[in-house]
């Protein structure tokens, strides 16, 4: 099931939009991460079925988004935002006390992009 590396990705792109401070973007991909989640079946068999926005909290843009990663394994505008902050947002976002915007703050005043460069940077 992709259930899980679908939210993952949808979890990853909100904190990149919470680090850019966009409004609004990141609720919703939260919103549809917890729905991705919580699903009862596979994701491909509801996108086969042509249902993706029938998922509460999926709608056109995010539904076209996980259609293209169902299909070729990669969705661009993660690549994009991913490219824009090279750093691994699941990683220290991980870390308690740790939020997308102070992940943001690591990376541009400390250089930090890992979890291993934040533990290294305190040794």
Known sequence: MKNQEIATILREIADFLEIREVEYKPRAYRTAVRNVESLSEDIEAIYERGELEEIEGVGESISEKIAEYLETGKMSYYEELKA????????????????????????????????????????
């Open 84 to 123: 824009d902050l090279p750093v691994d947002i699941e990683a220290l976002t991980s870390v308690e006390g740790v939020g997308p915007k102070t992940a943001k703050r690591l990376y541009l005043e400390l250089d930090v992009e890992t979890r291993d460069d934040l533990t290294s940077s305190f040794e």
